[in-house]
């Protein structure tokens, strides 16, 4: 069956550095694949969105790499800063309309 | 950019009533919309696909009696829990993609916080 992988531990990093979650699937091949944030509390917001023909997607502090070989997405977070302190969710795309989420991964960036 | 709402953003209830929670879309039409429910430290899981004029499409697992959708307009779904439970008690969210927009870009309301005593 399909499935979509987070590492469901939070990640802690500090003010400056480099943030890097990842995202792997297995058992299909997702057209694109997207970025969410969620905070507590709220609806998740959308971030980025990478086709599988791209290797690589940047917007401002946020890059997204997919790696169709190796079933894997990571997201990276440049000069994070405690305002980037959330939860992540992946979304490959499955084929359907609606989508499918990862577990999510949550950031603390400390100060 | 796109803006979904819900109604209302908490909601407190004794066991056995129902609770109608609103969905719409502020600044676009969307023909479809979909309702999430999210359990605490856990992700979004899919409820059901809702459709303008039609039927809902409810995943495998959700009781459609219990969980009855409306999608009445283009703006605006409803989802009624019926005779609610304890375990009912969750984050619900809804969602909705504009129609025509590439990726399946997805724009959610900010959640329901369901909490049924």
């Known amino acids: 069956s399909q499935k979509i992988e987070q590492n469901s531990e939070a990640l802690n990093i500090q003010e400056g550095k480099t943030a890097t979650l990842t995202c792997n699937y297995t058992?299909?091949?997702?057209?694109?694949l997207q970025w969410y944030r969620q905070d507590p509390g709220r609806g998740p917001v959308f971030l980025l969105l990478?086709?599988?023909?791209?290797k690589e997607k940047r917007k401002e502090r946020l890059k997204v790499t997919f790696d169709t070989t190796l079933k894997q997405s990571l997201f990276h977070i440049t000069a994070s800063q405690p305002a980037d302190s959330a939860t992540y969710l992946c979304?490959?795309?499955?084929?359907?309309?609606?989508?499918?989420f990862g577990s999510g991964t949550r950031l603390q960036v400390q100060p | 950019g796109a803006v979904v709402s819900q109604h209302p953003s908490r909601v407190i209830c004794k066991s056995g009533t129902s609770v109608k929670i609103e969905c719409r879309s502020l600044?676009?039409?969307?023909?479809?919309m979909f309702w999430y429910r999210q359990f605490p430290k856990q992700s979004l899981m899919l409820m059901a696909t809702?459709?303008?004029?039609?039927?809902?499409?409810?995943e495998q697992g959700v009781e459609k009696d219990k969980f009855l959708i409306n999608h009445a307009s283009l703006t605006l779904s409803t989802l009624t829990v019926t005779s609610a439970h304890p375990e009912d008690s969750s984050f619900y969210i809804c969602?909705?993609?504009?129609?025509?927009?590439?990726?399946?870009?997805?724009?959610f309301g900010p959640g329901t916080r369901l909490t049924v005593l």
């Open positions: 979304a490959p795309h499955t084929g359907r309309r609606a989508l499918t």
């Open positions: 809702s459709n303008e004029g039609s039927k809902a499409t409810y």
């Open positions: 600044d676009f039409q969307a023909t479809t």
């Open positions: 969602s909705a993609s504009l129609t025509g927009g590439s990726g399946n870009e997805q724009f």
């Open positions: 990478i086709r599988e023909n791209e």
């Open positions: 058992n299909y091949s997702p057209a694109y």
